[in-house]
């Protein structure tokens, strides 16, 4: 399962990446990070263990950070997606797709009141917060994406869309060196995260003069 970029261009994106440093890395990267929040979660029946406590997470990131193989990974990173999208909640599930519909056509603020909901009915579940932080990122507000993807990270610690995320934001606000950490945090987890691997790589030789 390829993660879908939806948007054509960086302007696309709307504040979040309209002048961001790097330009057409600036899409690779959140496009890694959060283009699944972008399109419509799987429909259909919750499986019975779901969201960030599903106990089939754990071999599937040890099969993610082990492969060499392309289509492999792809597989994986969507299964785990899959995984996560779901709470197990059938109004929350109903919520969030909701929620990204929303999002899908660009109608932000809708959006933002689906996920907060989510939240709101469902704190423990991990992406909703990551959902969250997505919108308040194209919205422009950075401090609460930050806030919303700590708390996926809290939940969720191998959550490397949330990492992705917070290496954007930190691009963005000129924060390299806290970029490169977490980014580096997320490739650890999954090493196939498009566009991440080359941009760790300019910061570590605009930052440190080295490559890596």
């Known amino acids: 399962m390829r993660n879908p970029s939806v948007f054509p261009d960086d302007s696309d994106f709307g504040p979040a990446c309209t002048g961001a440093r790097g330009g057409g890395p600036c899409r690779r990267l959140l496009a ?37 193989d392309q289509a492999e990974a792809e597989r994986l990173t969507g299964t785990i997606w899959s995984i996560w999208n779901h709470s197990g909640r059938g109004v929350v599930d109903a919520q ?9 056509l660009g109608i932000l603020r809708s959006a933002l009141d689906d996920f907060s909901t989510a939240v709101a009915w469902a704190p423990d579940f991990a992406e909703a917060w990551h959902k969250r932080a997505t919108v308040r990122f194209l919205m422009g507000d950075y401090p609460a994406s930050i806030a919303d993807l700590r708390r996926t990270l809290d939940l969720e610690p191998r ?28 490739l650890e987890i999954n090493p196939h995260l498009p566009g991440t691997r080359e941009k760790v790589q300019e910061l570590h030789e605009r930052l440190d003069g080295r490559k890596v």
């Open 159 to 186: 959550h490397f869309g949330a990492l992705a995320g917070l290496g954007l934001i930190y691009l963005k606000l000129d924060e390299e060196r806290a970029a490169l950490a977490a980014l580096e945090k997320a």
């Open 32 to 68: 890694a990070a959060l283009a699944v929040g972008l399109v419509l979660a799987p429909i259909g029946a919750a499986p019975a263990f779901a969201a960030q406590n599903d106990p089939r997470l754990d071999e599937l990131f040890t099969r993610l950070k082990a492969t060499d």
């Open 96 to 104: 969030m797709r909701e929620g990204q519909w929303y999002m899908r």
